[in-house]
């Protein structure tokens, strides 16, 4: 008889594996008798025991039944032979949500990827890395997986991390909230979805900046919203472009807009509201970066304005700690506190415990903002010296996007089009350097040569000597001159391809 | 001037606060002049250095310009005074999620919350309480803490981790999996939610078993899925009593049924699968407590039988480790597992890394199953004292459902109604022993008076004096006998309304 084992955990087990694949594919048909067991020990070179041990488990199962002093016989009714595990790995999308995932997201593929071999990278969406936040962090958790009850954590958050968060937006964000108002997440991607599912049914109207963050245009295409792209300019939000259909939510960065940079001013933080209450739309505030700003304290957050209730908050500790950790907050309406919680149940019963614990002995303890100031000091340091070197080796063609906030500067190369930008990026890699494109935070993106450069990932030393290297490949760049446009897309697709293709296995995965 | 400070954060914070108040109030029209700095300063009783940065801050926000030597004026425009906040707490729901939310979810109300002042609780749904567990967990947290990438995760979770998962479903459940078909997830409450997403549109049908987890009922509801329950016995699911009409998704939970604790036979497994083959429908296999068993090894999981792909498993380490810890893990079919990942991505990004790498140490190290060895030898134990005691307290009038396997056992108090289950409770509580309805875990709860016995929160002593007190509750149970049902169903709404208030505040939220 044969039987393979498939080498997978203790023999008995692999046994007791192979002997039901050989009932279920029939060769053993009902009422056959299984070997004996001396003899199949000896067949296979196993124990008698590993033998007896799978018979038994055979007999549990139901596969056979023992009659005494005769054996093991494979017991009716398996009527039901089963055809083999398809080989074929494609399938129709089983639901309309996965119809639009196909449609809509490569996870193979996101934005601000680090490609491979840069030696250089201007990765956006990362905090500076910090060994002692790390060693703090280690220390937080360990202290708190020891007082931390073992249960399913309160769905809204702890109390405790709730009413941290409270005290750390009344410090730092000018926003006063009841920590009853605040929902503990896993990260602004769960903020976001826990907005859509609370606050928009499929076929609503949404309004996103143009430019956004590619996750929000993506969740909202994954829910089945309509978009509808504002355009924004130094003041942010062009509030006067806000559609006449009203829209159910409004997504905006107003501290620092992503990726453009600006600051929504106030005359169009007054407009918004305006604009909300006539609409009944909902504003969702993405405040993923405010608390980095390098001319004066940090402003305000927008729902501090915000008196009609209608601001839905959300702040995330992945640019302020790191990302790994998926946890977020929101503040949430009064009214519809009940509802968000219930979603937050829905997705994943609550955030695990002893994460949010140790957090809110982070905040509470002064280690959060101490590391926030340091941070802020960093950082500063960093965009400078990136600003200078921008300047300096931009050869008057890059033109830099106003930005006084966040971890990355948006800049343009003046004279080249959207074709251009992938052959950009190749000279970069060329060069050991990681550039990004602004392109995909487009939801219909211009024809223009955008890059992002974060500052966060870079030291100053690493800056000054990435710097200059991006000005050779600038040179580069503008020396080889726009090729016949056509022709070119076809060629930077191609690599584009041969590119991105060994990163979807080690590259790892960054954001904004 | 009248300028209320809240109390929050710093003075000069708080002054900016109350004076954005003033402005968006209205009581500093567009153009007025703000007092001299030192003038509010000698006011307010605060040193002028706090209202200059006051000041400043509203300079920076846009709210005031300042003119040189002549102070600040509030600038135009804000002409959007804003109406003042509701007070209002009700508004319609928002969404067809948040309106089947408030029909279908009650999170202060969950079925299995202990209650308040209970000296003995069988609380199902939670593991013994092992401080070694806690410590050990402590160490690989911090460990993995140091080590660990802080960018954001893989969304569909950290190869070593799927690995570990793999190579432990093939020691203990029997099932042979490839680490790729592995999605790390934030518990079963996740697993769900992302079946739902990829496999079911709203108005689809899904098949429950009856009586189920009332939560895969619940999120069923919550996204618009028509369900058919189908009931169980001792063999598991009626597979005979399927629905004719195709359903979407079958969910079982074959190893364990939850509650009533039957395992789903052989023959009802290939009936199970033939089904799902001829509807073209996925089963749902929810393993949640398929590791404890009290007559021999673990019995296979579900889908180490399923050839055509069709079963999508779920595994959770809230059963096994602590629910605090949101993590568990699904095995999906291949064609499908990029819908799943989508999906994944959609609702967090991916699960926290540190808490992913400490628990493929926890795995790959050995303690995961050593911890599993010792809680199923503790489990047996208890187990074997519940019975004894439910039998002998009984008093004939408890049936016990056959059960060898998971951490908790139902039992049915014969001659009663489920009109007598919360009296049952009442006087539980008054005696001090927190019990548990069996009935929010049906569909349609049958005329019958049902309880939930857990046994992993009691130890061998707890159990040996709580069980002649359940036995003394009974007899007070009989003794009372049943009221007249219209005014006892009257008056127990009322008590149990009386005695569940305060659970919502402070009672901890406790499953399956």
């Known amino acids: 008889m044969y039987l393979a084992l498939d080498g997978n ?7 007791t594996r192979a002997l039901k694949g050989a009932i279920l594919d029939g060769r053993y048909g009902e009422g056959a008798r299984l070997p004996p067991s001396r003899a199949l020990a000896a067949e296979l070179g196993v124990s008698r025991n590993t033998v007896l041990t799978a018979y038994e488990q055979l007999r549990a199962e139901g596969f056979v039944s023992a009659r005494i002093g005769s054996g093991s016989y494979v017991t009716p009714p398996l009527h039901a032979t089963q055809v083999q595990r398809p080989t074929s790995t494609t399938l129709p999308p089983q639901s309309a949500f996965a119809r639009r995932g196909r449609l809509v997201h490569d996870h193979g593929n996101l934005p601000g990827r680090a490609p491979e071999g840069a030696r250089y990278c201007f990765q956006y969406g990362l905090p500076i890395v910090n060994p002692a936040v790390a060693s703090m962090w280690a220390r937080e958790l360990a202290r708190a997986a020891a007082y931390t009850s073992p249960n399913y954590p309160p769905t809204q958050g702890l109390p405790a991390l709730r009413e941290a968060i409270g005290d750390y937006l009344a410090r730092r964000r000018g926003l006063v909230v009841d920590p009853a108002d605040v929902v503990v997440v896993s990260g602004t991607q769960q903020a976001i979805s826990l907005c859509l599912r609370v606050l ?33 300019d130094v003041e942010g939000l062009r509030c006067d472009l806000l559609p006449e259909r009203s829209p159910r939510l409004v997504f905006v960065t107003p501290s620092h807009q992503f990726p453009g940079g600006s600051v929504l001013s106030l005359a169009r933080r007054m407009e918004l509201f305006a604009y909300a209450r006539r609409h009944d739309a909902w504003v969702v505030e993405d405040d993923y970066d405010g608390e980095f700003r390098y001319d004066g304290r940090p402003l305000a957050a927008l729902r501090s304005l915000d008196r009609g209730d209608r601001v839905i908050y959300i702040g995330s500790f992945s640019k302020t700690v790191f990302p790994s950790l998926r946890l977020g907050y929101m503040v949430v309406p009064r009214a519809l ?32 903002e101490r590391h926030l100031r340091r941070s802020t000091r960093i950082l500063a ?3 400078e010296v990136l600003m200078q070197g921008l300047r300096h080796y931009g050869r008057g063609r890059v033109r830099i996007a106003d930005s006084r906030a966040g971890m990355h500067v948006a800049a343009w190369v003046e004279g080249h089009g959207a074709a251009d930008v992938e052959r950009l ?20 993106p211009p ?4 890059l992002l450069f974060g500052f966060a990932s870079l030291s100053v030393a690493e800056l000054r000597e990435a710097l200059p290297l991006f000005g050779r490949c600038l040179e580069e760049f503008e020396r080889e001159g726009p090729a016949p446009v056509a022709a070119l897309a076809r060629q930077h697709r191609g690599e584009h391809h041969a590119r991105r293709q060994p990163r979807q296995v080690r590259g790892r995965i960054r954001q904004r």
């Open 447 to 450: 024809d223009r040569c955008g």
């Open 200 to 232: 928009a049914d499929e076929g609503d109207h949404a309004v996103v900046e143009e430019p956004q963050y590619f996750a929000v245009r993506e969740l909202l295409q994954l829910h089945g919203a309509r978009i509808s792209p504002v355009p924004t």
């Open 9 to 15: 955990g203790p023999l008995h087990a692999q046994l």
């Open 381 to 383: 340091e960093r965009r």
């Open 337 to 368: 506190r009940e509802d968000f919680v219930t979603a937050k149940w829905s997705l994943d019963f609550g955030s695990s415990a002893i994460e949010q614990a140790a957090m809110a002995s982070f905040i509470a303890s002064g280690g959060f």
């Open 425 to 444: 990026l190749a000279i970069g890699l060329r060069h050991g350097l990681g550039l990004h494109s602004i392109l995909p935070h487009y939801h219909a």
